[in-house]
């Protein structure tokens, strides 16, 4: 093969289908060995839109096998997870585990890329690595960061049309780097350095947290104000230099709520709005629990006796079925912790079954609740009725 893709995800399945659709013997390599069996059946693990047909089509034509153990290449691609420990401390360790496991494989002027998102320095540390292991490669290897940037949901088209930026520990691995995407990115590729890189892709990802941070912000400040916060940003917006994001149930999803942890946890003193950002992010979703509670115990003194609840969505955002890291089904859970003989309705129409949760239909549950909390803005919602008899809570904006 030409390429070696450590680890068949999200992000290296796909990316590993488009290169070598391109033309390229492309080895992946997982750990887990039915996801290796999937891929080698030309299936896939994994909900993404056109990708079931690029692995098809890559595997049937031979350009594409997996296997748990990588073989000799050219160029290696790291995308493996860099989980948060503790939410205190990011863990590389399987970025390390996957630069031993091609350690014995690399030979002078390969080309040695990481693409998960990874604390600044991760590069260097991998090449000091490399090198200790190694000492007759010294400065023989070609060795750069290109994280991916790529929308879950959207990823085919944007692993070829998005801008990337490219970070080597020298200017010849960076140009290297460069010369590799050039061949399936259609996007601007950026020269930058592996330190620049790795913190760019942190900070895009930090850079909407504080954004969605503020809109949150103004959804607790204007709930005390008696003021419409999808009206009021709506208006601000009209203004030709702003822009503000908007408020929900909280930040889920695998990068934006984790990633400013990477840049927290090693610029602790500096990183001061970040740091807040995702207080600000966390509380709003234990804020939007405490608010239903509440209502549930003024409609129980009102009117006399319990109310019929309904939860609408459980995803992390609007009109997917990922519901990993989702603010909503954390507050599902938190909810429904505390019920005592309510009646909940819980909604998720980009779902048919759960394993924990009881899912009704949204229509039926919008009919029969007393309260309607909207989790996610998914676009069934917007079809319901606006009926005065309901008490409503939007933290979605599904009634903006
Ligand atoms: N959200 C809001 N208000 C908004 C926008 C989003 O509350 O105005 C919430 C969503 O509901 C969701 C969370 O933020 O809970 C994150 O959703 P998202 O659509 O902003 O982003 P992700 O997590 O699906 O993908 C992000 C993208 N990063 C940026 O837009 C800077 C994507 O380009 C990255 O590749 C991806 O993270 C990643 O893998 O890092």
């Known amino acids: 093969p030409e390429v070696v893709m450590i680890g068949l995800g999200y992000i290296g399945l796909p990316t590993a289908?488009?290169?070598?659709?391109?033309?390229?013997?492309?080895?992946?390599?997982?750990?887990?060995?039915?996801v290796v069996d999937t891929i080698n059946r030309g299936e896939i693990h994994i909900v993404e839109p056109d990708l079931g047909q690029a692995v098809k089509e890559a595997v049937s034509k031979g350009f594409l096998k997996a296997d748990i153990k990588p073989v000799g290449a050219n160029t290696y691609i790291v995308v493996v997870p860099t989980p948060f420990k503790d939410k205190n401390e990011p863990d590389i360790s399987f970025v390390q585990a996957a630069t031993s496991a091609i350690l014995n494989l690399l030979k002078e002027d390969d080309l040695y890329i990481i693409e998960s998102t990874s604390p600044v320095g991760t590069t260097e540390k991998m090449m000091n690595f490399i090198y200790e292991k190694r000492p007759e490669l010294k400065g023989k290897l070609n060795i750069a960061y290109c994280p991916e940037r790529v929308l879950p949901g959207n990823v085919m088209h944007e692993l070829v049309f998005n801008d990337r930026v490219i970070g080597g520990i020298d200017e010849k691995s960076t140009q290297r780097a460069l010369d590799f995407?050039?061949?399936?990115?259609?996007?601007?590729?950026?020269?930058?350095?592996?330190?620049?890189?790795?913190?760019?892709?942190?900070v895009e990802n930090s850079s909407r947290d504080v954004q969605i941070a503020f809109a949150n912000e103004l959804s607790l400040i204007c709930d005390k104000a008696d003021i419409n916060v999808w009206e009021l940003i709506n208006l601000a917006n009209k203004h030709p230099r702003v822009n503000i994001l908007q408020p929900g149930?909280?930040?889920?999803?695998?990068?934006?709520?984790?990633d400013p942890y990477f840049i927290v946890s090693d610029y602790p003193m500096e990183s001061k709005i970040i740091g807040t950002a995702r207080e600000v992010n966390n509380y709003k979703s234990f804020w939007c629990a405490e608010k239903v509670q509440n209502t549930k115990l003024k409609f129980e003194l009102d009117f006399g006796r319990k109310p019929k609840i309904a939860l609408m969505g459980l995803?992390?955002?609007?009109?997917?079925?990922d519901l990993r890291e989702s603010p909503a089904k954390y507050i599902a859970q938190r909810v429904l912790q505390n019920a005592n003989n309510e009646e909940y309705y819980i909604v998720e129409p980009n779902i048919q079954e759960h394993n924990v949760f009881k899912l009704t239909n949204y229509t039926e549950a919008y009919q029969k609740a007393d309260i309607i909390v909207y989790l996610v803005n998914h676009k069934e919602f917007s079809t319901l009725p606006q009926s005065n008899e309901k008490i409503i809570l939007d933290f979605a904006g599904v009634n903006k």
């Open 315 to 321: 995803a992390f955002k609007p009109n997917i079925d």
């Open 181 to 202: 995407y050039s061949k399936y990115v259609k996007g601007e590729l950026h020269k930058t350095n592996a330190r620049t890189a790795e913190m760019c892709k942190l």
């Open 17 to 34: 289908a488009l290169i070598a659709q391109g033309g390229a013997y492309v080895y992946g390599v997982d750990i887990n060995q039915s």
């Open 249 to 258: 149930c909280g930040v889920g999803g695998h990068c934006i709520a984790v």
